[in-house]
């Protein structure tokens, strides 16, 4: 069982295009996250949502909107794609609380603006 | 500002062969702290958790080491494998809302048989 999957896998498109990327963890985790890793290989935290709600937001353009539906679910939606975001795109969740916990990655989105 | 740096930025070493990562951090108030695998085009995956009161802790031929004194943490690999060849990512997790990471850059090892 896939603990925390994201959709699609490798995502090209336009730029000025629209396009969303979905993630869901099925690991009861109350804490998602969205990084993004540059070709640098640098993992920059993007955003973070507990139980639904925002708690951090990073500067990120307001292009990227995250949705949180439910505590399983985190998805990013970005706006008039721009050739900079051209990135891979990393969901993880993670139990808040417990100063021992991990951060359970997904397999990531490549996304490349054309 | 929360930051965490890690060295060298590469390495090539001959399988069979040891090998140590660094990583510095200025992180506060510190958590814990975590070395990470990501294999390309894959996502980081735990190797090792420590918080401030632990030395020292191993997983199988990978061994981490923290001295919260001077903020420095190593990853040491020992017999490498093929396998091991992989990004390594020291975490910092700062107690803040929402358990916040801050990521080094990594550490891109090549094992060459």
């Known amino acids: 069982d896939t603990a925390v999957s994201q959709t699609p896998k490798y995502l090209v498109t336009q730029m000025g295009n629209d396009k969303s990327i979905k993630c869901e963890q099925n690991?009861?985790?109350?804490?998602m996250y969205w990084y993004k890793q540059d070709s640098k290989k640098f993992l920059k935290i993007m955003f973070s949502?507990?139980?639904?709600?925002?708690?951090i937001n990073e500067t990120v353009p307001n292009r990227f909107s995250p949705k949180s539906p439910d505590k399983a679910h985190l998805n990013l939606h970005i706006n008039s794609l721009e050739l900079g975001d051209s990135a891979v795109y990393f969901c993880a969740s993670s139990q808040e609380g417990n100063s021992n916990t991990e951060a359970f990655f997904g397999q990531g989105t490549r996304l490349t603006v054309v | 500002k929360n930051q965490v740096e890690q060295s060298p930025q590469s390495l090539i070493i001959l399988e069979g062969k040891n090998c140590t990562l660094q990583?510095?951090?200025?992180?506060?108030?510190?958590?814990?702290l975590r070395w990470y695998k990501q294999d390309t085009g894959r996502g980081p995956v735990s190797l090792t958790i420590?918080?401030?009161?632990?030395n020292t802790k191993s997983n199988g031929r990978y061994t981490a080491t923290l001295d919260a004194d001077t903020k420095q943490s190593s990853l040491h690999i020992t017999a490498s494998q093929l396998s091991d060849s992989a990004s390594y990512i020291c975490?910092?997790?700062?107690?803040?809302?929402?358990?916040?990471?801050?990521f080094g850059g990594g550490t891109r090892v090549l094992v060459k048989p």
């Open positions: 420590m918080t401030f009161s632990e």
């Open positions: 990583c510095n951090y200025t992180v506060s108030p510190f958590s814990n």
């Open positions: 975490v910092v997790s700062a107690q803040a809302a929402g358990n916040k990471l801050t």
């Open positions: 690991l009861g985790h109350d804490t």
């Open positions: 949502y507990n139980n639904k709600e925002l708690i």
